[in-house]
């Protein structure tokens, strides 16, 4: 295994996708499906970078990120939303909340992991 990726997706099919793309470039993906657990998680398991639903239950998104920045342990780990948010000002809010990159939803299969591991790239 290269390393762990936190998913914060309440959509089982887009957290299966995810988890299908990442595993098969040998990233171990665990996974929450809202944001109580998802920082809970974030905080037992030190991930190298979260993957962040902005769309959830309860907690949205940009609460999780605001949250997961606030603590010393997990400051300098990347966040990427990733969001089906695409108007203008959406990206915005999401960096604003201290997201470090937005990846449009639908994700594109094809281009996914390469777009994940360049955020990986610049945190190291």
């Given at each position: 295994?290269?390393?762990?990726?936190?998913?914060?997706?309440?959509?089982?099919?887009?957290?299966?996708?995810?988890n299908?793309?990442?595993?098969?470039?040998q990233w171990q993906v665990?996974?929450?499906?809202?944001?109580p657990s998802g920082l809970r998680l974030a905080d037992e398991e030190a991930p190298d970078l979260?993957?962040?639903?902005?769309?959830?239950?309860?907690?949205?998104?940009?609460?999780?990120?605001?949250?997961?920045k606030s603590r010393q342990a997990l400051a300098d780990t990347p966040i990427v939303a990733v969001t089906s948010y695409a108007m203008p000002g959406d990206r915005?809010?999401?960096?604003?909340?201290?997201c470090t990159g937005y990846i449009e939803k639908p994700i594109d299969p094809a281009r996914f992991a390469d777009?994940?591991?360049?955020f990986l790239e610049k945190s190291e």
């Open positions: 295994m290269r390393g762990k990726i936190l998913l914060i997706e309440d959509n089982e099919q887009n957290a299966y996708l995810v299908y793309l990442l595993g098969a470039r665990i996974s929450a499906s809202d944001g979260i993957l962040l639903d902005i769309q959830l239950p309860g907690m949205d998104g940009y609460e999780v990120a605001r949250r997961l915005e809010n999401c960096l604003a909340a201290g777009e994940v591991e360049q």
